[in-house]
């Protein structure tokens, strides 16, 4: 059974750091891609951040460029998102996603809020 566990949510005030991060189990984690999604209230699912399997490639939403790097660790079976200089508008619930060999996963998902 696949799960992808994901923890380092919470609260933090504007200007503050956290970092996700997302163990994956039951896959074989460096054959697939991993992407972190977010939803705010009343908003759609949208792409935050993708690292290839090989974590060679890395792509990241315009607004969180330069403030979000994503990472991983193929031995650890876990890929990370560190979040800098967070603001009120990067509030929402965050999921980890897996995509290979044809096949998706959603991580449970994890409420991050900022907020002074």
């Known amino acids: 059974q696949v799960q992808l566990v994901e923890s380092g949510g919470g609260l933090v005030q504007p200007g503050g750091s956290l970092r996700r991060s997302c163990a994956a189990s039951g896959l074989t984690f460096s054959t697939y891609d991993m992407n972190w999604y977010r939803q705010a209230p009343g908003k759609e699912r949208e792409l935050v951040s993708s690292?290839?399997?090989?974590?060679?490639?890395?792509n990241y939403l315009e607004s969180v460029k330069g403030r979000f790097t994503i990472s991983r660790d193929n031995a650890k079976n876990t890929v990370y998102l560190q979040m800098i200089s967070l603001k009120p508008e990067d509030t929402a619930v965050y999921f980890c996603h897996a995509r290979g060999r044809g096949y998706i996963y959603w991580g449970q998902g994890t409420q991050v809020t900022v907020s002074s």
């Open positions: 690292i290839t399997s090989n974590g060679i490639s890395r």
